[in-house]
């Protein structure tokens, strides 16, 4: 009887432990080269890894975990994870070096001129990359993921921007300061023509 009781017992902590794992995975998705043109969309913390890394293995559960728990308090910060051998370009994209590596993809984008209005009188400082695909590009991603602690990063197309602002080329990124315009070209130039 007891040796019953003991089976029924390890076959329900199976159970619960592979629901658990079942579960949490649930919460952090699978990324694919799809993720490099999705990801304008949201806001995603992403776990670079590579199957054969040990130290990736490790962080697995506790990955799973983070993606529970951000989805329980509803934040807006969707968690997935790229296997970085796999889909190497894009982790280039992001820099990744070794692994496992966890990157804040955090440029959002201004889809409409109402959209960038809420934006401006919400911040008070803010970048905005207007263009295609481009080195400059590259080069904003990698500023972003070092300095979204400190001021905020969006994408938009040219039509969104305000009429007030001239761009002479494009791509561009434009930094927003206290109701101006800054434009960045490798030269900062203030929105009245002047070098600054």
């Not at 975990?65 to 807006?76: A, D």
């Not at 109402?114 to 590009?137: A, C, D, N, T, W």
Request: aromatic share 12%; with cysteine; net charge negative.
């Amino acid at each position: 009887m007891a040796a019953r009781r003991s089976r029924a017992a390890i076959r329900l902590c199976a159970t619960v432990v592979l629901l658990d794992v079942v579960f949490c995975k649930g919460f952090v998705e699978d990324l694919d080269e799809s993720f490099k043109d999705n990801r304008k969309d949201d806001i995603w913390l992403v776990d670079f890894y590579a199957p054969w890394c040990g130290h990736c293995k490790k962080l697995e559960p506790i990955w799973n975990e983070v993606g529970l728990e951000m989805k329980s308090i509803g934040s807006p910060v969707k968690v997935g994870k790229m296997d970085a051998t796999s889909y190497s370009s894009i982790a280039s994209e992001f820099g990744v070096r070794g692994y496992p590596t966890i990157k804040l993809a955090l440029i959002r984008p201004l889809p409409s001129q109402q959209m960038f209005e809420h934006v401006q009188k919400r911040h008070r400082v803010f970048f905005v990359y207007i263009g295609g695909e481009s080195p400059l590009k590259e080069k904003y991603i990698d500023a972003a993921s070092e300095l979204i602690v400190y001021t905020y990063f969006f994408s938009a197309p040219e039509e969104v921007v305000p009429e007030y602002v001239t761009l002479k080329e494009m791509p561009a990124v434009l930094v927003f300061k206290d109701e101006t315009y800054f434009v960045y070209d490798g030269k900062l130039q203030c929105s009245d023509s002047r070098t600054c």
